[in-house]
């Protein structure tokens, strides 16, 4: 009872946090801010850091970061001088430096707003070997009843991708058996698609027998029903080769330089589509240790930093992805 705090809209700590129910934001306390900067700055004047010391300021920073994920891609060298120099002392990479100035330097921009909007636009992108492609349709009520739910954590993700593979697997197994039974089981699937809102998909009370199952279901047929209504936006040549995943998060670059080129695009929360499982996990995550997204994540956490825009990513099967056509429209001549 000595932690309870009545509801209020004057500013209030907690996890570490300090939330405005007046301004409806979430930012770091003023005292936690002035440690963390202390600490860094006796790190960066400093001869020689000792390894398990730099993994604590790290941890706070990371701790920090959580408000905006995409900031977490800053340390790299950071990681490796804690692995080779736990317990014993060295001299502060130049490369370590830089990361931890970094952080110095976007710490104004960590920050949340509760009441950003939703940009209006869905977007979806894909990437082939030969081009990338982007389309985007008008984000309706039903599909961001659908979508919304898919795009809370790392864990719905994964449930979600699961519970979409093994529909698609049992859709094909069953076009080996009649012709008629794929009709039935396509008619079961339209009459259970009967647009509901995301606070009866997400309400197990009103929703009782709400499974993965179910909302796989209505996720491919939602998502099928919008595929003639998806616009082309970019559908373009690779000027060099990459690895495909390296490609993928590049035409999710794309998609996010094209949404932010209008005002409308800054400050908003973007839904987008991806067929890459790799991609999903990594925007999610907000860094990756693989060589070949590192680069790519940094470009993406600069432009989510500077516009102040969060990125909502649901993944969909490759023959759902309505940007799959034109990444493969461009040819190698």
């Known amino acids: 009872m000595k932690k309870l705090i009545l509801s209020t809209t004057r500013p209030m700590q907690f996890l570490g946090m300090w939330i405005h129910g007046t301004f409806l934001t979430i930012q770091l306390p003023l005292d936690r801010l002035r440690r963390l900067i202390c600490l860094t700055v006796d790190l960066l004047r400093a001869e020689v850091v000792q390894g398990d010391h730099l993994s604590r300021v790290v941890g706070l920073w990371t701790w920090q970061f959580m408000l905006s994920r995409p900031a977490l891609s800053i340390f790299q060298y950071a990681y490796r001088f804690i692995r080779i120099y736990e317990g014993s002392h060295s001299v502060l990479w130049a490369s370590v430096r830089i990361e931890l100035e970094s952080a110095l330097c976007i710490l104004p921009l960590l920050r949340v707003s509760l009441c950003d909007e939703w940009y209006p636009q869905l977007v979806a992108t894909d990437a082939s070997s030969s081009g990338a492609g982007v389309v985007a349709t008008s984000l309706s ?28 697997k049992g859709e094909t197994e069953s076009d080996t058996e009649s012709n008629e039974v794929v ?83 800054l400050q908003h929360r973007i839904m987008i589509m991806t067929d890459s499982s790799v991609v999903a996990y990594t925007l999610i995550k907000g860094r990756s240790s693989a060589v070949n997204l590192i680069r790519g994540m940094k470009k993406y956490s600069a432009l989510m930093l500077c516009s102040g825009a969060r990125l909502e990513v649901i993944w969909v099967p490759t023959h759902l992805n309505p940007a799959d056509k034109p990444s493969r429209l461009i040819s190698h001549e």
Request: aromatic share 10%.
């Open 141 to 168: 009520h039903k599909l961001f009843g659908c979508l919304w739910p898919l795009t809370s954590s790392r864990h719905s993700l994964a449930a979600h991708m699961q519970a979409v593979q093994t529909l698609v």
């Open 183 to 265: 009709n039935n089981q396509c008619e079961k699937l339209m009459l259970s698609l009967s647009q509901p809102s995301w606070r009866w998909y997400c309400d197990p009370e009103q929703n009782p027998n709400n499974t993965a199952s179910e909302n796989a279901s209505r996720f491919v047929g939602t998502i099928s029903s919008s595929l003639p209504h998806f616009h082309t936006w970019i559908s373009s040549r690779w000027r060099f080769e990459q690895h495909i995943n390296a490609l993928e998060l590049q035409a999710v670059q794309l998609a996010i330089r094209r949404v932010l080129s209008s005002p409308s695009g």
